[in-house]
């Protein structure tokens, strides 16, 4: 039987919620989080949830007559314990800055001049709701296309579905994780869910692959990283640049960018040459062990060595310190994965490696998740589409389930008008001209549309394209849906509930889509009309009562993270055989190879430098450059250059450059730091500045950015995932 990796079972996140499978509440009840004074002033706090990004920490919100005055990290919450990064920290930078959205604006000029004119709610929801009908009727509701990202966007997805459209697609697929999902879901049968279930604390060794902890800094993993190294577990850093994380390392791999897949390779080739895999756990849960050993035979240390840089003695070293460890060998499968367009292949690799040394659903591994039961609402049937979508997902892209979307997908079809043309865009809760790649065929693709609406707390780059703007009420002003986090030992449900009442005439996200549903006659998929109720309903199932949770923010219940906690009958996987799939059948229908094969990279024109990229410990993608505690932090970006090719090109330490990539495009000027710490055939940035947005006062023109250098892209043809890191720059003098 096939295995369905494209539906619905690959939304299950973590794990499938079997028939019966509901989690009790941990014996220790949540604490009532107690009012406090700040000076003279009575002080009340709002347990709730962080959104600096993604993580979700749990926060304490102190707010004295209506006025968060502070906010801090949550001891209730079991993913933060209490801690929190800076970005948390400056929560209340977001909640008051003066340049965020106030009020609703209709475009009142040419699009991309950023000129609108302020309206009221009612306005600007009749002019959506008005736009909406006309083009359902003229051009059929999957003409619309919804862009969301976040917690926030799930009341916008139903709306949208409730419309009619099955064309909505994220960029924390195509650009972020879905080649990693859909690589360890073919390996596994489940993807491995946010946060990522790597057992850090317990590993005797960590493999990072262009992970930079320490940097991308997610409190929780950071912490558990930190303790797995005071514990004493080696690490092994691969990765072209000497990262924070690399300076932490027993091992640090500067690898040829482009070739991870051979170092996997040539570790597999020593763990079963050389007798060092987990032979028991390999006999007892995978299938196809025969025909990998017999396909990595000739992938030796001394095969990959020319081809990744490394040598061979150091691979052999680091695959056997592997082995020794094993299965506590926490090898991190990455967040943001999309690199060279093979990145299915590469997250196949990782995970092979991975069963190889026995560390799936063992301690110092990858854990195992825990399901939670939730509630649900009886809704009507959502509207059958007449078209299919129009981005590929399942098609062109055949393991891109459906129901996540491949965002450069629907951009290609609004440029090409095939399968159909899209007229209108919905854009929540992202910069897509800082979050998708080849922002020119964005912007273009934009110019073919009828209507584009965007719903955001700040100004960003991407509304000057707008033609209405609906502004948001930031994460300390609104209700969300629950966040349900399985792939945690202790799975736990948290809550974001507002600390304040939205300022100015910014609304929450459920108001709006409610709202909007009204106007639309499709007010049946929304049977609530207060939050609570929502929650309540969402809870049911779980014995939580929805008014202690509002109050501690969090509950965690007992989880069975290893193969160990669990019985025989739980320890099948979701994969076609019900084993460990080191060769892929799945794969092999696809005619695509069913195990992985290394594929040579192009390389760096004469006088060019291959783009890299990462983050910062203060920043958040593009989302975070205008607040100002963190702006004081760091307030641009610099291009890191080897030593060689600073004197390469005759640029100094400190000075400002201009980096132009192979089609002609250049950047802002950015400062160049010149370094021992990086290989001399790339050029290294943080992401995220170089905005344009001339409505963020403190983020405009800071630094480059590299999203406006990544004019071409490597699509992998298994998920359409768009590798970035194939451009190419040069240094030209500011």
Same mark, same amino acid.
């Given at each position: 039987?096939?295995?369905?990796?494209?539906?619905?079972?690959?939304?299950? /996140?973590?794990?499938?919620?079997?028939?019966?499978?509901?989690?009790?509440?941990?014996?220790?009840?949540?604490?009532?989080?107690?009012?406090?004074?700040?000076?003279?002033?009575?002080?009340? %706090?709002?347990?709730? /949830?962080?959104?600096?990004?993604?993580?979700?920490?749990?926060?304490?919100?102190?707010?004295?007559?209506? +006025?968060?005055?502070?906010?801090?990290?949550?001891?209730?919450?079991? !993913?933060?314990?209490?801690?929190?990064?800076?970005?948390?920290?400056?929560?209340?930078?977001?909640? $008051?800055?003066?340049?965020?959205?106030?009020?609703?604006?209709?475009?009142?000029?040419?699009?991309?001049?950023?000129?609108?004119?302020?309206?009221?709610?009612?306005? #600007?929801?009749?002019?959506?709701?008005?736009?909406?009908?006309?083009?359902?009727?003229?051009?059929?509701?999957?003409? *619309?296309?919804?862009?969301?990202?976040?917690?926030?966007?799930?009341?916008?997805?139903?709306?949208?579905?409730?419309?009619?459209?099955?064309?909505?697609?994220?960029?924390?697929?195509? !650009?972020?994780?879905?080649?990693?999902?859909?690589?360890?879901?073919?390996?596994?049968?489940?993807?491995?869910?946010?946060?990522?279930?790597?057992?850090?604390?317990?590993?005797? *060794?960590?493999?990072? =692959?262009?992970?930079?902890?320490?940097?991308?800094?997610?409190?929780?993993?950071?912490?558990?990283?930190?303790?797995?190294?005071?514990?004493?577990?080696?690490? =092994?850093?691969?990765?072209?640049?000497?990262? /924070?994380?690399?300076? @932490?390392?027993?091992?640090?791999?500067?690898?040829?960018?482009?070739?991870?897949?051979?170092?996997?390779?040539?570790?597999?080739?020593?763990?079963?040459?050389?007798?060092?895999?987990?032979?028991? $756990?390999?006999?007892?849960?995978?299938?196809?062990?025969?025909?990998?050993?017999?396909?990595?035979?000739?992938?030796?240390?001394?095969?990959?060595?020319?081809?990744?840089?490394?040598?061979?003695?150091?691979?052999?070293?680091?695959?056997?310190?592997?082995?020794?460890?094993?299965?506590?060998?926490?090898?991190?499968?990455?967040?943001?994965?999309?690199?060279?367009?093979?990145?299915?292949?590469?997250?196949?690799?990782?995970?092979?490696?991975? #069963?190889?040394?026995?560390?799936?659903?063992?301690?110092?591994? =990858?854990?195992?998740?825990?399901?939670?039961?939730?509630?649900?609402?009886?809704?009507?049937?959502?509207?059958?589409?007449?078209?299919?979508?129009?981005?590929? #997902?399942?098609?062109?892209?055949?393991?891109?389930?459906?129901?996540?979307?491949?965002?450069?997908?629907?951009?290609?079809?609004?440029?090409?008008?095939?399968?159909?043309?899209?007229?209108?865009?919905?854009?929540?809760?992202?910069?897509?001209?800082?979050?998708?790649? !080849?922002?020119?065929?964005?912007?273009?693709?934009?110019?073919?549309?009828?209507?584009?609406?965007?719903?955001? *707390?700040?100004?960003?780059?991407?509304?000057?394209?707008?033609?209405?703007?609906?502004?948001?009420?930031?994460?300390?002003?609104?209700?969300?849906?629950?966040?349900?986090?399985?792939?945690? +030992?202790?799975?736990?449900?948290?809550?974001?509930?507002?600390?304040?009442?939205?300022?100015?005439?910014?609304?929450?996200?459920?108001?709006?889509?409610?709202?909007?549903?009204?106007?639309?006659?499709?007010?049946?998929?929304?049977?609530?009309?207060?939050?609570? !109720?929502?929650?309540? %309903?969402?809870?049911?199932?779980?014995? =939580?009562?929805? +008014?202690?949770?509002?109050?501690?923010?969090?509950?965690?219940?007992?989880?069975?993270?290893?193969?160990?906690?669990?019985?025989?009958?739980?320890?099948?996987?979701?994969?076609?055989?019900?084993?460990?799939?080191?060769?892929?059948?799945?794969?092999?229908?696809?005619?695509?190879?069913?195990?992985?094969?290394?594929?040579?990279?192009?390389?760096?024109? @004469?006088?060019?430098?291959?783009?890299?990229?990462?983050?910062?410990?203060?920043?958040?993608?593009?989302?975070?450059?205008?607040?100002?505690?963190?702006?004081?932090?760091?307030?641009?970006?610099?291009?890191?250059?080897?030593?060689?090719?600073?004197?390469?090109?005759?640029?100094?330490?400190?000075?400002?450059?201009?980096?132009?990539?192979?089609?002609?495009?250049?950047?802002?000027?950015?400062?160049?730091?010149?370094?021992?710490?990086?290989?001399?055939?790339? #050029?290294?940035?943080?992401?995220?500045?170089?905005?344009?947005?001339?409505?963020?006062?403190?983020?405009?023109?800071?630094?480059?950015?590299?999203?406006?250098?990544?004019?071409?892209?490597?699509?992998?043809?298994?998920?359409?995932?768009?590798?970035?890191?194939?451009?190419?720059?040069?240094?030209?003098?500011?």
């Amino acid at each position: 039987m096939k295995s369905d990796i494209t539906r619905r079972r690959f939304l299950e /996140t973590a794990a499938t919620l079997g028939a019966g499978a509901v989690a009790m509440p941990a014996a220790a009840g949540p604490k009532t989080q107690q009012p406090g004074w700040r000076g003279s002033a009575r002080v009340e %706090k709002i347990a709730t /949830t962080c959104e600096l990004c993604f993580w979700r920490c749990g926060v304490l919100a102190s707010v004295a007559d209506g +006025k968060v005055v502070r906010v801090e990290g949550n001891p209730e919450h079991p !993913q933060n314990l209490g801690r929190l990064c800076a970005r948390g920290n400056a929560g209340t930078g977001l909640l $008051y800055d003066p340049d965020r959205l106030k009020t609703p604006l209709l475009r009142d000029g040419p699009r991309g001049e950023g000129r609108f004119r302020p309206v009221g709610w009612n306005e #600007a929801l009749d002019f959506l709701a008005e736009k909406l009908v006309k083009l359902r009727k003229e051009h059929g509701p999957e003409s *619309v296309a919804f862009f969301p990202h976040g917690n926030g966007a799930r009341f916008f997805s139903t709306l949208m579905r409730a419309y009619g459209t099955p064309n909505s697609a994220e960029p924390s697929f195509a !650009q972020c994780r879905g080649p990693r999902e859909v690589g360890y879901n073919l390996t596994f049968g489940q993807p491995l869910g946010s946060p990522e279930p790597v057992d850090l604390e317990e590993a005797r *060794v960590v493999v990072l =692959i262009g992970s930079h902890l320490g940097e991308n800094v997610f409190t929780s993993q950071i912490t558990a990283f930190a303790t797995g190294l005071s514990r004493g577990a080696k690490l =092994i850093a691969v990765d072209p640049r000497f990262s /924070t994380a690399a300076s @932490k390392a027993d091992w640090w791999l500067p690898i040829r960018p482009g070739t991870d897949i051979a170092l996997l390779l040539a570790w597999m080739n020593v763990l079963i040459s050389e007798n060092l895999y987990d032979k028991g $756990y390999i006999d007892s849960y995978a299938a196809g062990f025969d025909q990998l050993a017999t396909h990595v035979r000739e992938f030796t240390p001394e095969w990959a060595e020319p081809i990744t840089e490394i040598p061979s003695a150091k691979i052999r070293e680091t695959a056997r310190a592997m082995g020794a460890a094993k299965p506590a060998v926490a090898i991190h499968p990455g967040r943001h994965v999309t690199w060279y367009g093979d990145d299915t292949q590469r997250a196949r690799a990782m995970a092979i490696l991975t #069963a190889l040394l026995g560390s799936w659903g063992r301690k110092g591994g =990858i854990f195992l998740p825990t399901p939670i039961d939730r509630g649900s609402f009886d809704l009507p049937d959502f509207p059958e589409p007449k078209r299919g979508r129009a981005d590929g #997902a399942g098609t062109r892209f055949p393991l891109a389930p459906e129901e996540l979307g491949v965002t450069n997908g629907l951009i290609d079809a609004t440029l090409s008008g095939d399968p159909y043309p899209l007229k209108a865009w919905i854009v929540y809760g992202q910069n897509m001209l800082e979050s998708i790649p !080849q922002p020119a065929r964005t912007v273009e693709a934009i110019g073919k549309l009828d209507l584009m609406v965007v719903v955001d *707390v700040l100004p960003v780059d991407q509304i000057r394209y707008a033609d209405l703007v609906l502004p948001e009420a930031t994460y300390l002003e609104r209700y969300d849906p629950p966040t349900i986090v399985e792939s945690a +030992k202790r799975p736990f449900i948290a809550v974001r509930s507002p600390a304040c009442e939205p300022l100015f005439e910014s609304k929450p996200g459920w108001w709006i889509a409610r709202e909007m549903a009204k106007r639309l006659d499709l007010l049946a998929y929304f049977p609530w009309e207060t939050p609570e !109720q929502h929650l309540e %309903k969402i809870l049911a199932p779980t014995g =939580i009562n929805a +008014k202690q949770l509002l109050n501690c923010g969090a509950v965690s219940f007992p989880g069975k993270p290893y193969l160990e906690d669990r019985s025989p009958d739980e320890r099948s996987f979701g994969t076609a055989s019900g084993k460990i799939e080191l060769y892929s059948q799945e794969l092999a229908d696809h005619h695509a190879d069913p195990m992985p094969r290394y594929t040579a990279p192009s390389l760096p024109p @004469k006088g060019f430098l291959r783009l890299i990229y990462g983050r910062a410990p203060v920043h958040s993608f593009a989302r975070s450059q205008n607040n100002e505690a963190l702006s004081a932090l760091m307030n641009e970006n610099e291009v890191w250059l080897h030593t060689s090719s600073a004197l390469a090109t005759g640029v100094k330490d400190g000075e400002r450059v201009v980096l132009e990539n192979g089609d002609g495009v250049r950047s802002s000027p950015v400062r160049v730091r010149v370094t021992e710490g990086i290989r001399n055939d790339c #050029a290294y940035m943080v992401h995220g500045f170089g905005q344009q947005s001339k409505a963020l006062r403190r983020a405009h023109g800071r630094g480059a950015s590299d999203n406006s250098l990544m004019s071409r892209v490597s699509v992998d043809p298994l998920t359409g995932g768009t590798g970035m890191r194939v451009n190419f720059v040069r240094p030209v003098r500011a």
